[in-house]
């Protein structure tokens, strides 16, 4: 059988490129500094409140190290409004609890609580790591030094329990989290000694640091195997974290490329959407919002300025979307049906789960036709009351216009997620054609 070449070779090095920033970005924190790094490399620099902003200038501010923006000043900057594309970070996953050591059946087990909602059956009998944010005393009681910290080798594991002691196992099963979803770190008798320091003296030990300066930490398991591109064809992209680094990945790279532009453009990368966004560097803070007014008024604008400018915005909420599945097909609406690799999608929900209205839909269909990509849309079924985005949030502090769009992925909130290469591709340059608009 022929082999499809789907993606040229510039296009196949972006696909790379994603699964690598992936790869480094087992948590919100990992994926700020990713991006962080890309727009470094794209000449961007950090906003420290204290510079005199100018058309040109390009720069960026991470918020409480895992949220991340992104933002360009074009020509004639207060003459539009802002054009944004939000996004998240964070990743429905398994954290660690403080005193998080047990000791049952010989074995050393971690206590784990739920981020958001994973579908937790994929998280048995998979390599997993511990990935996060380790504070530091930096003697000083206010400010602890924050360190990333990725063991990026398989540490734990959550074995299933055999078929033959549980033979109902493939018919409906309810899994108990605070029961079953503890993992495995190291045999408790015998060998080297665990104790119930195991954990702070590991990473102590990862850091360089002495344990006695551990103060905290923020810390989750992921699984530590790199995603791929698999199909016949390669035509699919399958990782953990799709949802949303497929996205932001896409809105940033789109950002730092993009030329010619008026107003001011953004990229907003928030944290805690898996969990309601109820935080500074979630979407429903008011972080963004002082941001921009401050720009406006750096630029010399004034707050008159910048609440007219609101009027005259768009934001794109790009959040993965459901794609039809071929062994569920009766899960999806009986019309719109998203398939892998047809373009981005358009999210319409009647009771506004998502903000698209007729209007922000024909203005991303008309930046699809322009781009020169397809365009699909998703409904939920009548009877499924399905998912919601940061979009609603946003326009909560920030009322603009606001469209929610994503592209199609199987298996969302599984460990690992499958979506179509051609559409990573496509959502980026719509994404770009909106940020390169006159
Ligand atoms: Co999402």
């Known amino acids: 059988m022929m082999i499809n070449k789907i993606l040229d070779d510039q296009e196949g090095a972006t696909i790379d490129r994603l699964l690598g920033l992936i790869d480094k970005s087992p948590t919100a924190f990992h994926a700020a500094d990713q991006l962080m790094k890309i727009c470094l490399q794209a000449g961007f620099t950090p906003l420290t409140g204290k510079e005199s902003l100018k058309p040109g200038d390009c720069c960026f501010l991470t918020v409480e190290d895992s949220a991340f923006f992104a933002i360009k000043i074009g020509e004639n900057p207060l003459s539009s409004g802002f054009r944004m594309v939000g996004t998240h970070l964070d990743a429905p996953a398994l954290k660690i609890k403080p005193n998080s050591l047990i000791q049952q059946e010989g074995v050393w087990l971690l206590n784990t609580e739920l981020y958001g909602s994973p579908i937790l059956t994929t998280w048995f009998d998979r390599p997993l790591s511990i990935a996060g944010r380790v504070l530091i005393d930096s003697g000083n009681p206010l400010s602890p030094e924050a360190r990333l910290i990725d063991f990026r080798r398989p540490l734990l594991v959550i074995p299933n329990v055999a078929i033959h002691l549980n033979p109902t196992v493939n018919d409906e099963q309810k899994i108990k989290p605070q029961q079953m979803m503890l993992p495995i770190i ?153 398939r892998i690799n047809q373009g981005p999608v358009i999210k319409f929900a009647a ?55 994503g592209n199609p992925i199987w298996g969302m909130h599984a460990i690992r997620e499958t979506g179509g290469v051609s559409d990573q591709i496509a959502m980026a340059r719509v994404l770009r054609h909106f940020f390169e608009l006159a």
């Open 186 to 338: 190291a045999l408790a008798d015998g060998g080297t000694a665990a104790s119930h320091d195991l954990l702070t003296l590991l990473i102590a030990s990862e850091l360089s640091v002495e344990p006695e300066r551990l103060l905290d930490a923020d810390l989750y398991l992921y699984e530590c195997t790199p995603g791929t591109r698999l199909g016949l064809n390669n035509e699919f992209i399958q990782t953990g974290r799709l949802d949303n680094l497929g996205l932001a990945y896409a809105a940033v790279t789109a950002l730092t490329e993009s030329h010619t532009q008026t107003g001011i453009n953004l990229v907003a990368c928030f944290d805690h959407e898996e969990v309601g966004s109820r935080t500074s560097q979630g979407a429903i803070g008011m972080t963004l919002r002082d941001l921009l007014e401050r720009i406006v008024i750096n630029l010399g604008g004034s707050r008159e300025t910048f609440l007219d400018r609101l009027s005259h915005s768009f934001l794109i909420s790009a959040d993965q979307a459901h794609a039809a599945h071929p062994n569920f097909a009766d899960r999806s609406d009986p019309t719109n049906r998203p």
């Open 351 to 405: 009771n506004r789960a998502y903000t698209t209205d007729g209007v922000s839909a024909a203005v991303f269909r008309k930046l699809c036709q322009a781009a020169d990509v397809p365009c699909q849309t998703y409904v939920n079924r009548s009877d499924v009351r399905g998912g919601s985005t940061i979009g609603p949030l946003f326009v909560e502090h920030l009322p603009v216009k606001a469209v929610d769009v």
